[in-house]
Structure formats: structure tokens, C-alpha cells
């Protein structure tokens, strides 16, 4: 069956500090991928997806980005964090464009 | 910004009694789909339903769509406390791509 993986499950870091968050899926080839942001009682903005090794695509400009090294590897990035990056980063996978799978997520906060 | 918009914001009610939440949206879809959250959690999917269908069941979930409206209605009979979570509607814009675009979510209170 698959499996989807995120960590760190929560983290806390500093205004300007780099930022590295991973999201793997076990159980699936060629997954789309997609980075969620889920800012307190609000619902879910698409910050990125992919169909493919290499291949990503950023819904909104930010301070973030993902590269996706691998297959079923996805990772989502920041050079220096702002405080409006906190929130709770969900990532999801499927298989095409019916239901997805998501992750535990990751709770950030920038102090 | 948020395509699909769900009201009520929060809905509170006892265990035993149904539960109605409503999604509006913009755009042409291919499909909308329905997703809850614990606190804390990741989404889990509840169910799909296509543009050309209008009405579809699993378990204890009924869920409604009309197109000419652009809206959805997820319907939970017979409530109970583990119901308690926050629904949120999503849609695909059209695309065939396999985004999605959330509602910002109806925040269901099921008390025992």
C-alpha cells in the first residue's frame, strides 16, 4: 500500500534562517506531488506541484521553492525565512487528477 | 485565492442529528471532492463527484452537485462526536492537471 512521509513533524526557526522540509512516498511510481500551506483556520494554498523528476511548478510567487531529486521525493525550500512563512506544510501525492493523499504535515514557525 | 467557499464557517451540533455544509465555486470543474481534517492532521479524502453526476452516497456521506449553480453539499447523517473535524471542499478548476483549490473549511462540533 502507499505511504506518505513528512518531516520534521514540527520545527521552529529563526527570521533568516534557511529551511528544508521533506516529503516522501512510498508504494506509488511517478506520483504527482504538491506542497500545501495551511496558515491557523484557513484553508489550503497550492504553493507547488509536480508531474515529474525535475519538473515543478509554483502556483504563487514567495520565498519558497521545491525541487523534486528523486521519483517519489519532494522537498520545499526557503534561502532565509520570513515570519509570514509559519504555518502548517502539508504535502500530497496522486496518481492523476481524482483524489489525493496527504501527509502528517510539518508545523513551522518562524520567531 | 480560495475557489471553493464553504459555509458555514463553523456548525455545532448534537450526536444523532445531521449535518449540512455547503460549497460554492467559481469556475468550470472536471470534479469536486470533499476532505476532512483533524486537528493537527493531514486531509483525508471522503469522496469524489463528477461534473456529470448529481448525487452521490458513501456510508453515512451524501453528497450533492449542481453544476448550473456551482455549488456542492455534503451531508452527514446521524452525527456522531468522532464526525468532529474540519471539511473543506475542493476543486479542480478544470484543469486535468490534478491541482487542487480549497475552501477555507467548515468547522464541525459533534457534541456527545
Known amino acids: 500500500s502507499q505511504t506518505i512521509h513528512q518531516w520534521p513533524a514540527t520545527l521552529v526557526q529563526p527570521v533568516g534562517s534557511p529551511l528544508s522540509l521533506e516529503c516522501t512516498v512510498e508504494g506509488t511510481s511517478n506520483p504527482n506531488l504538491y506542497w500545501y500551506r495551511q496558515a491557523a483556520g484557513r484553508g489550503l494554498q497550492l504553493l507547488f506541484y509536480s508531474v515529474g523528476i525535475g519538473q515543478i511548478s509554483s502556483e504563487v510567487p514567495q520565498n519558497l521553492s521545491a525541487s523534486r531529486p528523486q521519483d517519489r521525493q519532494f522537498i520545499l525550500s526557503s534561502k532565509k525565512l520570513l515570519l509570514s512563512d509559519s504555518g502548517f506544510y502539508l504535502c500530497?501525492?496522486?496518481?492523476?487528477?481524482?483524489?489525493?493523499?496527504f501527509g502528517p504535515g510539518t508545523r513551522l514557525t518562524v520567531l | 485565492s480560495q475557489q471553493g467557499e464553504e459555509d458555514p464557517q463553523a456548525l455545532s451540533i448534537q450526536e444523532g442529528e445531521n449535518a449540512t455544509m455547503n460549497c460554492s465555486y467559481k469556475t468550470s470543474i472536471n470534479n469536486l471532492q470533499w476532505y476532512r481534517q483533524n486537528s493537527g492532521r493531514g486531509l483525508v479524502h471522503l469522496i469524489l463527484i463528477r461534473s456529470n453526476e448529481r448525487e452521490k452516497h458513501s456510508g453515512r456521506l451524501r453528497v450533492t452537485l449542481d453544476t448550473s449553480k456551482k455549488s456542492s453539499s455534503l451531508l452527514i447523517t446521524a452525527s456522531r462526536a468522532a464526525d468532529t473535524a474540519s471539511y473543506f471542499c475542493a476543486t479542480d478548476r478544470g484543469s486535468t492537471l490534478g491541482r487542487l483549490y480549497f475552501g477555507r473549511g467548515t468547522q464541525l462540533t459533534v457534541w456527545p
Open positions: 500530497a501525492w496522486s496518481g492523476g487528477y481524482n483524489e489525493q493523499f
